[in-house]
């Protein structure tokens, strides 16, 4: 009984060295190396009086609710039913409430994780007219900021651009 229990003291001892220390170090040194920035989480950095403050991430989306920013989803979590009758009244409701008449449905659904980062290409050109009012910029000026922040490829029929709204309202900011 007391060989079994050492073998299994040890075999435990070398699979958590293994496991927890080894192969953690590895996993944390190849993502540092391959990928530095997304490892360290997309941060978005802005230097304010002598010291650097962290803005966003690129990968996770943040509330913007003033007139003069790109808006992303419109609620940050959902866990209903696609079909379900609450889930209804409620893209009603922010159909009703939308600046537009053809609003694109990321715009009055919510996301699943409710930290997307990117919207549609309609859903942002939806809202070039009252940013470009709101911050007092031509329309083109405003198109050409959402432009420059389209991710993802477009293959034949395959369609998956988005628009990173943490990067818009950058560009919008260091424009005025």
């Known amino acids: 009984m007391k060989k ?12 958590t060295i293994i496991c927890g220390v080894i192969y953690t ?5 190849v ?6 920035t997304q490892a360290n989480g997309s941060l978005v950095k802005e230097q304010k009086d002598d010291k650097m403050v962290i803005k966003g991430s690129k990968l996770i989306g943040q509330p ?8 992303g989803r419109s609620e940050p979590a959902s866990q209903l039913s696609p079909v379900s009758k609450e889930q209804q009244s409620r893209v009603e409701e922010r159909v009703q409430k939308a600046d537009t008449t053809e609003v694109p449905i990321d715009l009055v659904t ?3 994780s409710g930290v997307d980062p990117e919207i549609s290409i309609e859903a942002a050109m939806t809202q070039v007219e009252r940013i ?5 910029m031509k329309n083109t000026q405003v198109r050409v900021i959402i432009k420059q922040n389209i991710t993802g490829l477009k293959i034949g029929p395959v369609d998956s651009q988005r628009v990173n709204v943490l990067g818009v309202n ?3 900011d260091e424009s005025e």
Do not use: C, D
């Open 170 to 172: 950058q560009l919008l």
């Open 31 to 36: 993502g540092q190396v391959l990928f530095p």
């Open 4 to 15: 079994i229990m050492i073998a299994s003291l040890k075999s435990l001892l070398l699979f």
């Open 110 to 112: 919510a996301s699943a």
């Open 25 to 29: 170090a590895a996993v944390t040194a």
């Open 64 to 71: 913007f609710k003033e007139a003069k920013y790109l808006h």
């Open 132 to 136: 470009a009012a709101a911050r007092n």
